[in-house]
């Protein structure tokens, strides 16, 4: 069942009923103020930190879903209603909901009124513009009445939710004609404050949420609203809210429109004051002025709409297949943008003030995003080395604003190191600028042991050289890129962290996952070496992948796929021998497509596994058979109930590692149907069981041992957005950069048929066919650049073209 269509010219997922089976959301924002939306208008602001700085409140875990967003209210004589249906929940005689690239639009109709609502984030700018357009479409006058409603978070969302003690005292705000400020905690630390205002003379106004809804009631009926009229409230202390109140008369098929802005001011600390306690509001009378009419609004819009539109130009594809070029296109980039944006910190699931930036999820993250901006993720990488440790080894999390550290959230994860090879490599062959190698940058943020990043990944390279464990295979510490496998753990009492409880590191725990990743980055690390002509060091480092390669052979195959790990006793994870957890999915994959066993015909067997053994019609569930007891020596794994998470969940972020070890061996069928199962245009038809949006990945579709079997969750931030896109982008369809230009290398399913590819690289244009007469899965027979035939299949790079026309035949 769908609750909606794609709407592919707009770019645009369409929702045609606010009873989605969760919240379906989207992000608003690029830079540094953002929004989450849903699709009933919940959600909240935020601008850098969606832990320090909040500028908006959410209420997690609350009844009803989705509970708290950025509503209007229209008083239609005894009807009141929303445009977007939340909080009242009022039946609409219309509803449209369309989430677009930065962007959402909703359209309510109810008794002959229609509202239209845009909302985005303006380009460059730290705020949000919603445009309402109300409209009269009988044959009376209509004499409306609109509210506005926002409810101001205390800036630090985790104290906002904990502290009441002090909170409830410090909520100051100032009102000015129709512009709100919220400006608590100003007076003292703080040299930023919000504003909320709307372009026209408002007829009321309030601040206190307690005035605005009155005692008991919940957003649902707001006393004001109920009242139709606004009580001028000045808040102090409590809650602070911004409401406005318009009369809206209406002629018949007379439309009006309000601009209203949400914006978020930073003051020179120095000069912050207008007078004594009066915010200085010079920077957010220009800002509100740059939105005061629909044509600076217009122009605002498609600044971003255009925006978008170059964005995703830079790699797009034409084929037969709609779905494949709806997710490649649009949604699939779209997706990346915005993991590579929040990491992991705010979504429907991530609160906003637990996770932060991830080391290795920020630097899977860039995988998917470094062709759209490639600064940014030169910028990234440098943040993220930055917080490494001198020894190689790195925090797990930071944050956002000040990008330092998290140490609550701990160290230890030793597959960490590597995913920034991972990255820095992948910027490189994408820009071909080396120079990122040589920036000087700090351990864990201390400028003084500043060293060229280059160094950063040698120490990387060099910590996994330095702790191996008796099969010579990497040690595990706390876990790797499965969080859950905590091998050196030993929790037996609710309430310790799994990430942080128990030793760091143990000298016996062995990963085969991290092995299968040394092998792939050592061998880009090598390459590395060679471009800053260090031969010695790719020597050393191609010989240490060697004696890897060899240990997994030796010690890391179990006879039919590869083993996942070795516990703290030295005994085998994830083998035939184990009672549960027989066969685990990240060593298959990874090992796979890093070409371990290729040549000994062991990658076929391991994937043969898969396929035998974790498949199922919505993915390939992470490992089998599911725990069904709590095993001490393997940690949160074993926590989960059987089917959910990385207790043999279908945790999406893999699949596409065996997607790809598949186009390693050459089979475009079966890369291309593992690939099909979780994406989300493929599974729209089946919403109702799948329940998260079906234009984004989620993290985990419960495996088949749960209950519901299929149904997804931990939609938006997962590292399943920059793996698709790299398997679908440069594995399957097969337009791979290297360091010295793109290769073109499809494997395809033998019906997949011709299809083109636009790539834009160092600032050419590749127009790219290719062609497959004979329905090869893989393999290109001849590559055409502008009509010269050149030898195997990498594009010679070349600036001095502006465009290059290639032509790829398969056989
Ligand atoms: C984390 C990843 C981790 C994955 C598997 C996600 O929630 O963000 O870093 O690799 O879970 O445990």
């Given at each position: 069942m769908k609750y909606g269509h794609f709407d592919d010219d707009a770019r645009e997922y369409v929702i045609t009923t606010p009873k989605t089976p969760l919240p379906w959301i989207n992000y608003?924002?690029?830079?540094?103020?953002?929004?989450?939306?849903?699709?009933?208008?919940?959600?909240?602001?935020?601008?850098?930190?969606?832990?320090?700085?909040?500028?908006?409140?959410?209420?997690?875990?609350?009844?009803?879903?989705?509970?708290?967003?950025?509503?209007?209210?229209?008083?239609?004589?005894?009807?009141?209603?929303?445009?977007?249906?939340?909080?009242t929940k009022t039946t609409l005689d219309e509803y449209e909901c369309r989430h677009g690239l930065g962007y959402s639009k909703f359209k309510g109709v109810k008794n002959g009124v229609e509202a239209n609502v845009l909302t985005f984030v303006p380009m460059n700018d730290r705020c949000e513009v919603s445009r309402i357009r109300i409209k009269n479409t009988t044959s009376t006058a209509k004499e409306l009445k609109l509210f506005s409603y926002v409810e101001w978070c205390l800036w630090n969302a985790d104290d906002d939710e904990r502290n009441f003690q002090r909170n409830l005292s410090t909520g100051e705000v100032e009102v000015i004609d129709s512009a709100i400020f919220h400006k608590t905690e100003y007076r003292e630390r703080r040299n930023h404050f919000a504003v909320y205002s709307v372009n026209t003379k408002v007829d009321g106004f309030d601040t206190s949420r307690e005035s605005f809804l009155g005692p008991y009631n919940g957003n649902d009926t707001p006393d004001v609203v109920t009242n139709g009229a606004c009580t001028n409230s000045v808040a102090s202390g409590w809650s602070p809210v911004a409401v406005h109140q318009i009369n809206v008369t209406l002629a018949p098929g007379e439309e009006k429109s309000f601009v209203f802005v949400l914006g978020y001011i930073e003051n020179d600390e120095n000069d912050k004051w207008e007078s004594h306690g009066v915010i200085k509001k010079d920077l957010a009378w220009e800002m509100l002025d740059r939105y005061k009419t629909d044509e600076q609004v217009d122009k605002a819009f498609d600044i971003l709409v255009d925006y978008w539109k170059s964005l995703l130009s830079k790699y797009h594809v034409k084929s037969s297949n709609d779905k494949v070029d709806r997710m490649v296109n649009i949604w699939n980039q779209y997706q990346c943008m915005v993991t590579f944006n929040m990491s992991r910190s705010a979504s429907y699931y991530e609160s906003g003030i637990g996770r932060g930036m991830g080391f290795r999820d920020s630097c899977q993250d860039l995988l998917g995003f470094v062709h759209l901006i490639p600064d940014r993720a030169r910028a990234r990488i440098i943040d993220i080395a930055s917080t490494q440790f001198q020894d190689g080894s790195a925090y797990h999390q930071y944050q956002p604003l000040t990008k330092k550290g998290n140490a609550d959230i701990g160290s230890g994860f030793n597959d960490d190191p590597l995913w920034l090879i991972a990255g820095t490599s992948a910027y490189i062959r994408e820009t071909g600028d080396d120079s990122i190698l040589d920036e000087m940058v700090p351990f864990d943020n201390d400028e003084s042991v500043a060293t060229p990043l280059m160094n950063h990944l040698k120490r990387s390279f060099d910590y996994i050289v330095n702790h191996k464990g008796p099969h010579n295979l990497p040690l595990i510490g706390r876990a790797d890129w499965n969080d859950c496998l905590n091998l050196n753990c030993f929790s037996a009492h609710p309430g310790e962290s799994f990430q942080t409880f128990g030793p760091s590191e143990g000298p016996v725990a062995e990963s085969v996952f991290i092995a299968g990743m040394f092998v792939k980055y050592g061998e880009e690390y090598a390459q590395l070496c060679e471009l800053k002509g260090d031969k010695a060091d790719a020597e050393y480092a191609r010989c240490e992948v060697q004696k890897m390669y060899d240990a997994v052979l030796k010690d890391g195959w179990d006879g039919e796929w590869f083993i996942r790990a070795y516990d703290a006793y030295s005994h085998k994870v994830g083998s035939k021998e184990c009672e549960e957890g027989q066969i685990f999915i990240e060593p298959q994959g990874f090992c796979v497509l890093a070409g371990i066993g290729v040549k000994e015909g062991l990658a076929k067997k391991a994937m043969d596994s898969v396929k035998e053994k974790l498949d199922t019609k919505y993915g390939i569930m992470i490992l089998q058979p599911a725990y069904t007891k709590y095993h001490l020596e393997l940690g949160e794994v074993s926590s989960y109930p059987p089917g959910y998470k990385e207790n043999a969940g279908i945790f999406c972020h893999n699949n596409p590692w065996v997607s790809i070890a598949e186009t390693v061996l050459g089979d475009g069928d079966r890369a291309f149907e593992i690939y099909k199962k979780t994406c989300p245009a493929y599974i729209e038809d089946i919403s109702e069981i799948h329940c998260t949006e079906p234009y984004v990945y989620s993290q985990m579709v419960a495996g088949k041992d749960a209950k519901f079997f299929g149904q997804g969750k931990n939609s938006w931030l997962t590292g399943t957005a920059a793996w698709t896109f790299t398997n679908i982008s440069q594995y399957i369809l097969g337009i791979y950069p290297t360091l010295e230009g793109l290769s073109v290398n499809p494997c395809i399913p033998a019906e997949f048929g011709d299809f083109n590819i636009t790539r834009v690289y160092r600032g050419v244009t590749y127009n790219i066919e290719i062609k497959n007469p004979n329905k090869v899965q893989k393999g290109v027979a001849s590559l055409t650049v502008d009509g010269v035939e050149v030898a195997g299949n990498v594009i010679p790079f070349d600036d001095s073209k502006k465009t290059v026309n290639v032509i790829a035949t398969m056989n």
């Open positions: 608003l924002g690029n830079q540094e103020f953002f929004s989450l939306i849903s699709n009933t208008c919940g959600g909240y602001s935020f601008c850098k930190d969606a832990k320090l700085l909040r500028i908006t409140r959410y209420r997690y875990n609350n009844i009803p879903y989705d509970n708290n967003g950025k509503y209007f209210y229209i008083k239609d004589g005894d009807t009141i209603w929303n445009p977007g249906w939340q909080p």
